[in-house]
């Protein structure tokens, strides 16, 4: 069966240090894989997503980048953290254009 | 853009009272419509989909919703809630690209 891991599941950072989030899926190949932050009230919003390897697409130009170095790894990363950037942040895959998506246990990031 | 509404952001009921969160998206052709579900302290996992057919799903713990496509709604309902259904509810749509617009969350908090 698949699996969705995430790492860590708690960060707290400092304003101005980098930041590097790691999602790896197991059990499947070529997964769609997502980057969400989840905000009170304000839903899920999509951040980056990946088609294949080395793919990324940018949903919202922000202080955050993403990174597909392998099949079933996703990861998010920042050079320099603003306190805007606290949030709770999932990784989810999905197999083909249409279907359920399953996510990960997220990583509630706190920037300080 | 597509969007999706979820009408009420904080419900509370008593158990064995009945539920209906409502839905609504902003899209004019073929949808594929999610309601996942956060219980405190798990994954987001999904409750129920459409993809085509009869209209009214069924999912998982006794809940089912309503695709009325004149409406553009896709509201979720249960007849007799229960504690464990505390719980924060998101309604999505895809529309047959890679990525499902989620709506902002409804939080339900039924009282023992």
């Known amino acids: 069966s698949q699996t969705i891991h995430q790492w860590p599941a708690t960060l707290v950072q400092p304003v101005g240090s980098p930041l590097s989030l790691e999602c790896t899926v197991e059990?499947?190949?070529?997964?769609?894989l997502y980057w969400y932050r989840q905000a009170a009230g304000r839903g899920l919003q999509l951040l980056f997503y990946?088609?294949?390897?080395?793919?990324i697409s940018s949903e919202v130009p922000q202080n955050l980048s993403a990174s597909r170095p392998q099949d079933r790894q996703f990861i998010l990363s920042s050079k320099k953290l603003l306190l805007s950037d606290s949030g709770f942040y999932l990784c989810?895959?999905?197999?083909?254009?249409?279907?359920?998506?399953?996510f990960g246990p997220g990583t509630r990031l706190t920037v300080l | 853009a597509q969007s999706v509404s979820q009408h009420n952001h904080h419900v509370i009921l008593s158990e064995a009272a009945s539920l209906e969160l409502g839905c609504n998206y902003s899209y004019g052709g073929t949808v594929n419509l999610f309601w996942y579900v956060q219980y405190p302290g798990q994954h987001l996992q999904l409750l129920l989909k459409?993809?085509?057919?009869?209209?009214l799903v069924k999912g998982i713990k006794g809940f089912e919703a309503e695709f009325i496509k004149s409406k553009f709604s896709f509201n979720l309902r249960k007849p007799s809630v229960q504690w464990s259904d505390t719980a924060e509810y998101f309604c999505?749509?895809?529309?047959?690209?890679?990525?499902?617009?989620f709506g902002a969350g409804t939080r339900l908090f039924v009282k023992a």
């Open positions: 989810a895959w999905k197999a083909g254009f249409v279907g359920t998506q399953y």
């Open positions: 999505a749509v895809n529309t047959g690209g890679f990525k499902t617009i």
């Open positions: 459409y993809f085509s057919g009869d209209p």
């Open positions: 990946s088609v294949g390897i080395g793919q």
């Open positions: 059990g499947t190949s070529n997964p769609n």
